[in-house]
């Protein structure tokens, strides 16, 4: 049983960064493609970023490309998502989630998922 935890999320203003970081506990954790997504008020999750086993590939929605980055130590277990330049849009509750496609950019495609952080940005 894999169990995530994401920590990092709080209460920045527009244009500030701020870096999430996912741990994971259980399995093996350099076989899994990680990725981040995130629930904004009021709508669906959705994909933001995702990594590929040894960090070879990353792939990024078009909403948030160029401003974060999403990176991973296999020897601690943890993926970290810089985000830079954030916009009041941004705000969303952030999850980790685990899963051996790559890139899946749906939730279908994810076996666990962490409980979430809350970033939230101010205009």
């Known amino acids: 049983q894999v169990q995530l935890v994401e920590s990092g999320g709080g209460l920045v203003q527009a244009g500030d960064s701020k870096r999430l970081s996912c741990t994971a506990s259980?399995?093996?954790?350099?076989?899994?493609?990680m990725a981040w997504f995130r629930r904004a008020p009021g709508k669906e999750r959705e994909f933001v970023a995702a990594i590929s086993r040894s960090a070879t590939s990353t792939h990024y929605s078009d909403s948030v490309k160029g401003r974060f980055t999403i990176a991973r130590d296999d020897a601690k277990k943890l993926v970290y998502l810089q985000m830079n330049a954030l916009k009041p849009e941004d705000t969303a509750v952030y999850y980790c989630?685990?899963?051996?496609?790559?890139?899946?950019?749906?939730?279908?495609?994810?076996?666990?998922w962490g409980q979430g952080t809350q970033v939230t940005v101010s205009s």
């Open positions: 259980g399995g093996t954790f350099s076989r899994y493609v």
């Open positions: 989630g685990l899963t051996s496609r790559y890139p899946a950019t749906t939730t279908v495609d994810y076996t666990y």
